[in-house]
């Protein structure tokens, strides 16, 4: 197939694309505890008042209109019991928020472990984002009222683990072991300080090799209170004055918190290559499908930590892209990059925009994630055209941590047919809001890849 080509943006818009970074952690920066605790009957309501409203729901996070499920009030036990979660990795892993009886099938057990614990999907970030995990007494207190049916009345849980403020027991952080030569590449942002509350947010413009590398597996890894780890190409139509020198640290924010504007005009042409969410994620494509990376260029890393304690953190991350040797690849992949620019949501109203994406050469598709800013309320992807003419294949309600699925089944396109994105957003303003990069904007965009 043709490369799926991506339109750089104008440099007026690049101005508004630092705000755009920055949004994903904005409605969880420092703040107090919301009220949302609840009379204590019973070990759920202990949970409450001492684990997950101070933890989890601060600074706007997991509180009524935050997007998030209400960790809150007296519904928050309604809104885990057998819930279906947001995440769409999370559902295709056949996890519900809370099973009762069943901790392992619970995504809240999955979430609040430390961050070194390894997952097998894409569950989304470790909670409490950049914030100390939960200590073992508290994470074994959870795993004790799940395990007796979680029941919303009733002590079922030893109460005395809620003031063990152990570590949970996990390995140390271990750097990321480098491929065997000839086997891939290994990239790297090496470890750097991240001060007390503040985020850091980092883009690394780092070399690959004098030779095509042809990369099937991407695994990445990275230090606690990571919020994600994207690699981006480059469009080949960006100007020679906004390519980054190698391997210069270039930081979206000052040490003030203000943002770096000249730091970030490669953010209008960069096109996604991979990424994750979680700390330890790793993803393989199919058999004999390798994405290729032309020789002598170069990706550029961007690293994004929150640190929302009173003490400095060190934030590190690595990727290793595996590679098999060209006689083997059957099919060169290429990465999806299609976004909605015509977006206009009138204030105060729920909004649903369709878009088609059509190829003009057949065309497979094996792997899709999705992106808007705060206002996206739920993205579906279905197919446009061919004998699965109208199948919905992914969907997400979580804006903050969509999820990256590789798909079960690929989606065959012929010429003319596609993909449908149709996404509605719930527009809480008083304004209006049209597509656009700052955090007061909107997109929605398909990305993923394809042979």
Same mark, same amino acid.
């Given at each position: @197939?043709?490369?799926?080509?991506?339109?750089?943006?104008?440099?007026?818009?690049?101005?508004?694309?630092?705000?755009?970074?920055?949004?994903?952690?904005?409605?969880?920066?420092?703040?107090?505890?919301?009220?949302?605790?609840?009379?204590?009957?019973?070990?759920?309501?202990?949970?409450?008042?001492?684990?997950?409203?101070?933890?989890?729901?601060?600074?706007?996070?997991?509180?009524?209109?935050?997007?998030?499920?209400?960790?809150?009030?007296?519904?928050?036990?309604?809104?885990?019991?057998?819930?279906?979660?947001?995440?769409?990795?999370?559902?295709?892993?056949?996890?519900?928020?809370?099973?009762?009886?069943?901790?392992?099938?619970?995504?809240?057990?999955?979430?609040?472990?430390?961050?070194?614990?390894?997952?097998?999907?894409?569950?989304?970030?470790?909670?409490?984002?950049?914030?100390?995990?939960?200590?073992?007494?508290?994470?074994?207190?959870?795993?004790?009222?799940?395990?007796?049916?979680?029941?919303?009345?009733?002590?079922?849980?030893?109460?005395?683990?809620?003031?063990d403020r152990t570590a949970q027991s996990s390995a140390a952080f271990q750097p990321l072991e480098a491929?065997?030569?000839?086997?891939?590449?290994?990239?790297?942002?090496?470890?750097?300080?991240?001060?007390?509350?503040?985020?850091?947010?980092?883009?690394? %413009?780092?070399?690959?090799?004098?030779?095509?590398?042809?990369?099937?597996?991407?695994?990445?890894?990275?230090?606690?209170?990571?919020?994600?780890?994207?690699? %981006?190409?480059?469009?080949?139509?960006?100007?020679?004055?906004?390519?980054?020198?190698?391997?210069?640290?270039?930081?979206?924010?000052?040490?003030?918190?203000?943002?770096?504007?000249?730091? @970030?005009?490669?953010?209008?042409?960069?096109?996604?290559?991979?990424?994750?969410?979680?700390?330890?994620?790793?993803y393989e494509f199919p058999a004999g499908v390798a994405l290729r990376i032309p020789a002598r260029t170069?990706?550029?890393?961007?690293?994004?930590?929150?640190?929302?304690?009173?003490?400095?953190?060190?934030?590190?991350?690595?990727?290793?892209?595996?590679t098999i040797p060209v006689g083997q690849v059957t099919k060169v992949a290429r990465t999806i990059n299609?976004?909605?620019?015509?977006?206009?949501?009138?204030?105060?109203?729920?909004?649903?925009?369709?878009?088609?994406?059509?190829?003009?050469?057949?065309?497979?598709?094996?792997?899709?994630?999705?992106?808007?800013?705060?206002?996206?309320?739920?993205?579906?992807?279905?197919?446009?055209?061919?004998?699965?003419?109208?199948?919905?294949? %992914?969907?997400?309600?979580?804006?903050?941590?969509?999820?990256?699925?590789?798909?079960?089944?690929?989606?065959?396109?012929?010429?003319?047919?596609?993909?449908?994105?149709?996404?509605?957003?719930?527009?809480?303003?008083?304004?209006?809001?049209?597509?656009?990069?700052?955090?007061?904007?909107?997109?929605?965009?398909?990305?993923?890849?394809? %042979?």
């Amino acid at each position: @197939m043709p490369p799926i080509h991506r339109r750089p943006l104008g440099l007026h818009t690049v101005l508004g694309l630092l705000a755009c970074a920055s949004l994903f952690l904005t409605a969880c920066a420092s703040g107090d505890s919301p009220a949302g605790t609840i009379a204590v009957d019973g070990s759920f309501a202990r949970l409450q008042n001492e684990v997950l409203v101070p933890s989890c729901a601060t600074g706007g996070c997991h509180v009524s209109g935050s997007g998030q499920v209400v960790l809150t009030g007296p519904s928050a036990y309604d809104g885990l019991i057998n819930a279906l979660p947001t995440h769409t990795g999370a559902r295709l892993a056949g996890l519900k928020r809370v099973v009762p009886g069943r901790p392992d099938s619970s995504l809240l057990y999955h979430r609040v472990l430390a961050p070194t614990h390894r997952l097998p999907v894409d569950l989304g970030p470790v909670m409490p984002v950049g914030r100390a995990s939960l200590s073992a007494g508290q994470v074994e207190y959870l795993v004790q009222w799940i395990a007796a049916g979680a029941p919303r009345r009733g002590e079922v849980a030893d109460a005395s683990l809620l003031a063990d403020r152990t570590a949970q027991s996990s390995a140390a952080f271990q750097p990321l072991e480098a491929p065997a030569v000839g086997s891939g590449i290994q990239l790297r942002v090496e470890p750097f300080t991240v001060a007390p509350t503040f985020e850091r947010e980092l883009f690394v %413009y780092r070399r690959t090799t004098a030779t095509d590398l042809y990369v099937r597996r991407i695994h990445f890894r990275m230090r606690p209170n990571s919020h994600h780890f994207v690699i %981006y190409g480059l469009d080949p139509t960006i100007p020679s004055f906004a390519v980054p020198s190698w391997d210069a640290i270039r930081d979206i924010r000052n040490a003030d918190g203000t943002m770096n504007v000249t730091n @970030m005009l490669t953010m209008g042409y960069h096109v996604f290559f991979g990424g994750s969410m979680q700390p330890e994620f790793s993803y393989e494509f199919p058999a004999g499908v390798a994405l290729r990376i032309p020789a002598r260029t170069g990706l550029d890393l961007n690293v994004h930590y929150a640190n929302y304690g009173t003490a400095p953190i060190t934030g590190e991350a690595a990727v290793n892209l595996h590679t098999i040797p060209v006689g083997q690849v059957t099919k060169v992949a290429r990465t999806i990059n299609w976004g909605n620019q015509s977006i206009s949501l009138p204030a105060g109203q729920r909004t649903t925009l369709e878009r088609v994406f059509t190829v003009t050469d057949s065309t497979t598709i094996f792997a899709l994630t999705s992106h808007t800013h705060r206002l996206g309320e739920r993205f579906l992807i279905r197919i446009a055209g061919g004998p699965r003419n109208g199948e919905t294949i %992914y969907e997400s309600t979580d804006w903050e941590h969509p999820a990256f699925l590789i798909l079960p089944q690929p989606v065959r396109l012929g010429p003319g047919e596609g993909l449908r994105s149709v996404v509605t957003y719930n527009n809480t303003t008083g304004n209006l809001v049209r597509f656009g990069l700052q955090s007061t904007d909107e997109m929605g965009i398909i990305f993923g890849y394809a %042979y």
